[in-house]
C-alpha cells in the first residue's frame, strides 16, 4: 500500500510538472492591436517597430528585433515613452528585474498591442485542468465498498 502510495505521488508530480509547462506554453494572455492614445499607464503592450526605428534603436535592442514587450508608461506629443525589462539582479533568495526607459518617436512605431486575458482559452485551460485532476483522483483513489473480496496479500504478508 505504502509503495502504491509513493507511486502516485511521484506521477502526481510528474504530471503537475508537465502541467506547468504546458500553461507556460499556452497562456490565457492574447494582444489586441489598439490605438496609443486609448492605452493606460502601466498596460502590458508589445510594441512593432518600423525598419528606421529598429535600426534607430540599436543602442537598445539587437538588429533583427522588430517587437518590443513593455510596460507603457504614456505618450508624450509625438514620442512613446515605454519602459522595457533589462538585467536581473539577485539579492538574497530574491531576484529583481530591472527596466530601462525608452523613448520612441511615433514614425518609429508601426502599430501597439495591448495585452490582455483571454477569457475562453483560461475557461478551457481551466476546464481542462479539472476533468484532469478528476481522472487522477477517480483512477488512483478509488474506494473499495465494504465487503468487498480482496486479494491475498503477496509473500504471507498482512
Known amino acids: 500500500?505504502?509503495?502504491?502510495?509513493?507511486?502516485?505521488?511521484?506521477?502526481?508530480?510528474?504530471?503537475?510538472?508537465?502541467?506547468?509547462?504546458?500553461?507556460?506554453?499556452?497562456?490565457?494572455?492574447?494582444?489586441?492591436?489598439?490605438?496609443?492614445?486609448?492605452?493606460?499607464?502601466?498596460?502590458?503592450?508589445?510594441?512593432?517597430?518600423?525598419?528606421?526605428?529598429?535600426?534607430?534603436?540599436?543602442?537598445?535592442?539587437?538588429?533583427?528585433?522588430?517587437?518590443?514587450?513593455?510596460?507603457?508608461?504614456?505618450?508624450?506629443?509625438?514620442?512613446?515613452?515605454?519602459?522595457?525589462?533589462?538585467?536581473?539582479?539577485?539579492?538574497g533568495l530574491q531576484t529583481r528585474i530591472l527596466r530601462q526607459r525608452i523613448v520612441l518617436e511615433r514614425e518609429e512605431v508601426s502599430r501597439v498591442e495591448v495585452r490582455s486575458l483571454d477569457r475562453t482559452r483560461t475557461a478551457v485551460v481551466v476546464a481542462a485542468l479539472g476533468v484532469g485532476l478528476g481522472w487522477f483522483v477517480y483512477s488512483n483513489f478509488q474506494v473499495e465498498e465494504p465487503g468487498s473480496p480482496r486479494p491475498p496479500p503477496p509473500n504471507g504478508e498482512l
Open 1 to 91: 500500500m505504502r509503495n502504491r502510495c509513493t507511486r502516485v505521488l511521484r506521477r502526481a508530480g510528474d504530471s503537475l510538472l508537465l502541467l506547468g509547462a504546458f500553461l507556460a506554453l499556452v497562456g490565457c494572455h492574447h494582444y489586441t492591436e489598439t490605438a496609443p492614445e486609448t492605452i493606460a499607464p502601466g498596460a502590458e503592450v508589445r510594441v512593432h517597430l518600423s525598419s528606421g526605428g529598429a535600426a534607430a534603436r540599436s543602442e537598445f535592442l539587437e538588429s533583427h528585433v522588430r517587437a518590443v514587450q513593455a510596460r507603457w508608461e504614456g505618450l508624450e506629443a509625438s514620442r512613446v515613452a515605454l519602459s522595457v525589462p533589462g538585467d536581473e539582479v539577485r539579492e
